[in-house]
């Protein structure tokens, strides 16, 4: 269950696969119960409920405003399960500061055995898609069967290691170095890429699934929805990144940089018809 209070509050939810499932954008107070495949909530309850075709999900908003309203409704939103609903617990807000030494992963894959692990958790827990077929062949290769444990012998798991390897070069080339011509922005030699590089939020099209567009994208950052992707005023946002310097040179993180941008940008930080991300 999760209850938002009326006011300017915008965001998404997104399946395991990253495909928007509910777009939140209240106004008025909104009361969601987030079920997963077969999942099936008493008729009796009163509010939207919105099904997710995978067990893991996630949901995120933004406070569209400032000052004391953006203070009270930044902690607003309530989340519990539905069988307690009758008396909720308080929902617990964590912020995240980070200190010095901090380990913390932010966003980034596992570049060891525990990635393969996931994996396997993702194909333990979750339905067979038809999209999946071919992928969980590949997988079986590798141990990595659903309804078995995972359990690798040492070939495999050099065979693991490399694959790993070589996926990660690939994804972050493909991230940070794309190939999609929907991913320009502006004219030729503006500097600047669409960051979602072309992707359509569905990924599953008519006559094909989106690959390339989905690595790229998802390798970088996460959730996705409609309005990330409908780059029209006043009824979207406009994701932009930027990866080489004015020499042409990969951007690297050993190096400081300065960022210029030319007045007049068409942007309103969130609150209104673009978004400017640097």
């Not at 009270?72 to 609903?85: I, M, N, Q, W």
């Not at 067979?128 to 040492?154: C, H, N, S, V």
Request: aromatic share 14%; with cysteine; glycine share 8%.
């Amino acid at each position: 269950m999760v209850e938002f209070p009326a006011g300017a509050i915008y965001g998404a939810a997104n399946n395991a696969w990253q495909q928007p499932i509910k777009e939140i954008n209240t106004g008025k107070a909104q009361k969601i119960l987030f079920v997963g495949p077969e999942q099936n909530p008493s008729a009796s309850f009163d509010g939207e409920v919105v099904r997710s075709d995978t067990f893991k999900m996630l949901y995120f908003y933004r406070v569209l405003t400032t000052g004391p309203e953006a203070e009270k409704l930044k902690t607003g939103v309530k989340a519990y399960r539905l069988a307690d609903s009758d008396n909720p617990p308080a929902t617990k807000y964590v912020n995240y500061n980070p200190e010095p030494g901090d380990t913390s992963l932010k966003n980034t894959p596992p570049a060891n055995e525990k990635f393969w692990q996931i994996i396997n958790e993702y194909v333990q827990l979750e339905p067979l898609a038809d999209r999946d077929r071919f992928f969980y062949a590949w997988l079986q290769d590798m141990a990595i069967e659903k309804g078995k444990p995972f359990k690798p012998t040492d070939y495999q798991k050099a065979i693991l290691k490399e694959g790993l390897e070589v996926g990660m070069v690939f994804s972050q080339s493909t991230a940070f170095d794309s190939f999609f011509p929907a991913a320009r922005y502006g004219e030729d030699g503006s500097g600047w890429d669409m960051v979602l590089a072309g992707l359509d939020t569905k990924v599953d099209l008519d006559t094909y699934s989106m690959f390339n567009q989905r690595l790229s994208y998802t390798y970088e950052a996460v959730t996705t929805s409609k309005g990330m992707t409908t780059y029209r005023e006043g009824k979207g946002s406009a994701y932009l990144g930027a990866y080489y310097d004015d020499n042409d040179d990969a951007l690297m993180g050993a190096h400081d940089y300065s960022l210029r941008i030319e007045p007049n940008v068409p942007a309103k930080k969130y609150l209104g018809d673009y978004c400017l991300r640097c």
